[in-house]
């Protein structure tokens, strides 16, 4: 469903345009969420980032979107529009629905060598590509390679990123990126070339592919640092001896000794059962004007062709930017060029026409849209004069039936699913947030309105319900919510002192017992709640677990009864010092570090499955260290007994 808009004045450029559902993800600067480009129907991501919290590492945005306007590659997320308001700032990207490699590598506990050489050749493809482009990423890990539709990685996260002005060859000084997958030069706080240490940084993510555990791990930095300066790590017995050479060739502590990213794209290693080298230009050059595009958006602007592509070779990365991108992307899929103008009318109440002020009010969206009718433009800080034309006259009709002008649908067929891992692909359910049909005049109201399927049901919005963030189990009734809003905000004080030592497993045990004590009345009184709430009361709360299709991301279990493993993970999460918040079946759940920050957000949501019949707890990670987020939610739920 739409998300509600608490959005700051100046976002109105972000509504005109797109449509925003939940939040998707979150890193250490910005919080993305899934959306819809209205006028191509394509879904997106949306990274949006508060310009007060990001203080001094504003700078580290403007360099992430740099270096993504100059990246356009077939394994580097393609950034669309980059939208700035008063208070934040807009990164539109492509979308990509199969979540992070890391997540993917936890499901499967480690990759077979096959599986990992095919994620490993496109890594190689992308990193070639980024370092002949004059950068070095800096921050390579499992979290920021992202899975798209056809299983394939996008690299993302630039926001380290460098770009030595004298070349790649210039030596760096920032010490960046996160400590594990960190080059021992680096942590040394030497100088250093960016390539080599993304090279170190690809050896560790390949033994993570292939272990499915970190080579050099430990809880306490000094330890971690050590261990990475001295290079040592032990090859797990299943390695084999190909796989441990190449290894060794990139997790060598002096950088010179290292392989190079030129060596690794004809490594025999990379090659077996290839016999190509790895293929790094890029398919989708930047500049490329593509005729089709340019025609349907010049039927749809009303304009000539030349002046479109004159408007579109501007790369402002503006919506005209990102409609020629989306199109692009649309033809690559084999999807129809195609334009949807047929957008509604929505109320503006800043509109000075009488006749606008009577239009339909759409309650959930923003209104904004009025300069398409009285071309009033409200409080836009990213508008150029060209996005105004773009959008068109009210009154602009097509004079002649558009297909007599399209270009041939269907064409030009350029994408290329990754086939070796269509397998793991079938398993995937790509669309597990299901979306609003795009907007017509007819189902606009109704869109907007209400939810539709996904997360979050109507129902969990009825009497009772509640958006505090601090307040869990939504949809319990208000008395009930109480209680547990307090029994949250205990797990928050008591999380000030403990979590962190509770996760490194080192909470000596007299501390242990005196949690335990806290917890247990506490865990008491949950679990009354909870049984107070027979089924059938229950059934009144929620609509019951959503159905979904086995993907990766699902832990199966045993059970056919949602609302009992339900209940075991609502009663284990206090016992991990984890708090929640509920709606329905979905669990937003977070840990607390020192003065009550939250050290790592996460999402269980208990569905059915189709085939088998069983139930499933869908785990996303939203916020914090993935690794230590793998434990916690395999230490979750394992004790689940499900
Ligand atoms: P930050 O710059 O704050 O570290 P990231 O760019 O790493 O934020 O994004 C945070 C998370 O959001 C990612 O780890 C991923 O889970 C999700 N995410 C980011 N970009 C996309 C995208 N294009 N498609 C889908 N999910 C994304």
């Not at 030497?190 to 592919?209: N, P, Q, R």
């Not at 794209?265 to 340019?294: A, F, M, R, T």
């Not at 004069?385 to 269907?410: C, D, M, V, Y």
Request: aromatic content about 8%.
């Amino acid at each position: 469903m739409p998300v509600e808009r608490t959005e700051p004045q100046g976002a109105e450029e972000l509504y005109r345009h797109y449509e925003v559902y939940e939040t998707i993800g979150s890193g250490g600067f910005a919080k993305v969420k899934l959306g819809r480009h209205l006028l191509t129907g394509e879904k997106v991501a949306i990274k949006i980032m508060n310009k007060k919290e990001l203080g001094e590492d504003l700078p580290r945005v403007q360099v992430e979107i740099e270096a993504m306007k100059n990246l356009s590659h077939q394994h580097v997320c393609r950034l669309y529009q980059v939208i700035e308001t008063t208070s934040k700032i807009f990164i539109v990207l492509e979308y990509c629905p199969g979540g992070e490699l890391f997540d993917y590598i936890i499901a499967k506990d480690r990759l077979s060598e096959e599986e990992t050489r095919v994620f490993f050749r496109q890594i190689v493809s992308a990193l070639a590509y980024v370092h002949s482009q004059g950068y070095a990423h800096r921050d390579l890990k499992p979290e920021n390679l992202l899975i798209d539709a056809d299983h394939n990685l996008k690299l993302i996260d630039f926001g380290l990123c460098a770009k030595p002005k004298g070349g790649l060859g210039y030596e760096l000084m920032t010490c960046c990126g996160s400590p594990a997958y960190a080059a021992p030069e680096l942590i040394q706080g030497k100088t250093y070339i960016g390539s080599e240490a993304d090279v170190w940084s690809m050896g560790v993510l390949l033994f993570a592919l292939l272990c499915g555990y970190l080579p050099f791990d430990d809880d306490n930095c000094m330890v971690l640092y050590r261990k990475i300066t001295r290079g040592k790590y032990d090859n797990p017995h299943w390695l084999s001896p190909g796989s441990v050479l190449l290894l060794n060739q990139m997790l060598q502590v002096e950088p010179k000794r290292r392989l190079t990213v030129r060596q690794l794209l004809d490594h025999p290693w990379v090659l077996k059962e290839y016999n190509s080298p790895v293929e790094w230009h890029s398919k989708q050059p930047l500049g490329y004007i593509d005729e089709d595009c340019i025609t349907e958006m010049a039927v749809s602007l009303k304009r000539s062709r030349e002046s479109t592509t004159r408007l579109v070779k501007e790369w402002r990365y503006d919506h005209t930017t990102a409609t020629y991108l989306l199109l692009l992307a649309k033809k690559r899929r084999g999807r129809p060029v195609r334009l949807r103008l047929e957008q509604p009318p929505v109320y503006d109440p800043y509109c000075c026409s009488p006749l606008h002020q009577g239009m339909q009010v759409r309650t959930a969206s923003p209104p904004m849209l009025c300069s398409r009718y009285c071309n009033r433009s409200i409080g836009m800080q990213f508008s150029p004069p060209a996005e105004k034309r773009w959008l068109g006259s009210p009154t602009a009709q097509r004079k002649q039936p558009i297909t007599a002008r399209r270009p041939q649908e269907g064409r030009g067929r350029e994408r290329e699913p990754n086939k070796e891992n269509m397998a793991a692909q079938q398993q995937r359910d790509v669309d597990i947030f299901m979306l609003p049909a795009p907007p017509t005049p007819a189902s606009s109201k109704k869109s907007t309105r209400g939810p539709r399927t996904g997360l979050t049901t109507p129902t969990h919005k009825g009497k009772g319900a509640r958006t505090d963030p601090l307040t869990p189990h939504g949809n319990f009734e208000p008395v009930i919510g109480d209680f547990l809003l307090g029994v949250t905000c205990m797990w928050s004080r008591i999380h000030l002192r403990s979590r962190s030592l509770d996760l490194a497993g080192t909470r000596d045990s007299g501390q242990r017992k005196k949690a335990g004590k806290v917890f247990g009345s506490l865990e008491r009184g949950l679990d009354k709640v909870i049984t107070m709430l027979t089924p059938s009361k229950r059934r009144g709360l929620r609509d019951g677990p959503r159905k979904i299709k086995a993907q990766y991301n699902v832990t199966l279990t045993s059970q056919t009864n949602a609302d009992q493993v339900l209940n075991q993970i609502l009663s284990i999460l206090p016992e991990k010092n984890v708090g929640f918040n509920q709606k329905g079946y979905s669990l937003k759940c977070r840990t607390h570090g020192d003065y009550g920050k939250v050290t790592m957000a996460f999402e269980l949501e208990v569905c059915l499955l189709l085939r088998p019949e069983v139930v499933g707890i869908r785990r996303q990670r939203l916020k914090g260290d993935a690794w230590v987020y793998k434990h916690l939610v395999e230490d979750i739920l394992s004790a689940c007994r499900i």
